[in-house]
């Protein structure tokens, strides 16, 4: 079994505002574009023209409708999910080749893809569903926060965070070091109640949520009702009805 980092020196992931995002995919596809063409093996796609396409995404978005108490607005929610990068990864500590790590100088976790063995552990381990076996390599894949773009000197500063980041059209997702209270998605999280995904399990994940804010409600009108003339006919009268009844 792979061993956890009693520690690590930074803690990278990303923060998601549950309040902006619309759920457009761009994060899907710019996802499974900069992880097809560049680290690790290709993730595959399954009779992606057929019938039945199956294929491996290291992202997803769900949305829900969501109705709120008290007579709140209902409201669609759109959910992106990947991998976490937990504290207490049990992924990790599962693997019974080490394949499977947790990066002690960052806090990202990372399968080696030479010594998977594609058991599919992990998968089973990972409350969150957020593994994925892809079915032409034989091996594991997730989120990888894209060490290749991340400390990649050669790119301009701006490029260097997670294509997923990069690509949100809406500035849904932010990328920065949640162990540090100071960075700006640790005040973020702060400033707007961010919170762990189902925080029960005890896995601490690093990435956070922005609840999304109450959206607005019509409320009763404060007008007394408007008189309806007895002299008043045809669309008049229509219109005196319409008005009374606002």
């Not at 019938?51 to 409708?65: C, D, K, M």
Request: glycine letters at 10%.
């Amino acid at each position: 079994m792979t061993a956890l980092p009693q520690s690590t020196e930074r803690k990278l992931g990303l923060v998601i505002d549950l309040d902006t995002c619309v759920g457009c995919h761009a994060c899907v596809i710019s996802c499974k574009g900069w992880n097809t063409e560049n680290y690790g093996a290709p993730l595959s796609d399954m009779d992606a023209y057929g019938s039945e396409p199956t294929g491996t995404f290291l992202n997803r978005v769900h949305s829900f409708e969501i109705e709120p108490g008290c007579g709140g607005t209902a409201q669609t929610v759109h959910f992106p999910k990947s991998c976490l990068h937990c504290e207490d990864a049990p992924c990790v500590t599962v693997c019974p080749t080490g394949a499977s790590y947790k990066r002690a100088e960052d806090g990202i976790v990372l399968v080696n893809e030479d010594a998977c063995i594609g058991c599919g552990l992990c998968a089973w381990a990972c409350p969150y569903g957020a593994r994925e076996m892809d079915a032409a390599a034989g091996v594991m894949k997730k989120c990888t926060l894209c060490v290749d773009r991340i400390y990649n000197e050669n790119l301009p500063e701006d490029d260097r965070v997670p294509a997923c980041v990069r690509t949100c059209p809406a500035g849904a997702r932010y990328f920065g070091d949640l162990g540090d209270p100071g960075s700006a998605v640790s005040q973020l999280v702060a400033s707007r109640g961010g919170f762990d995904l189902m925080p029960e399990l005890g896995t601490k994940p690093v990435n956070k949520y922005l609840p999304p804010r109450p959206k607005d409600r019509l409320k009763a009108a404060s007008h007394p009702p408007v008189p309806v003339s007895q002299d008043s006919k045809g669309f008049f009268a229509w219109l005196d009805r319409a008005l009374e009844k606002i």
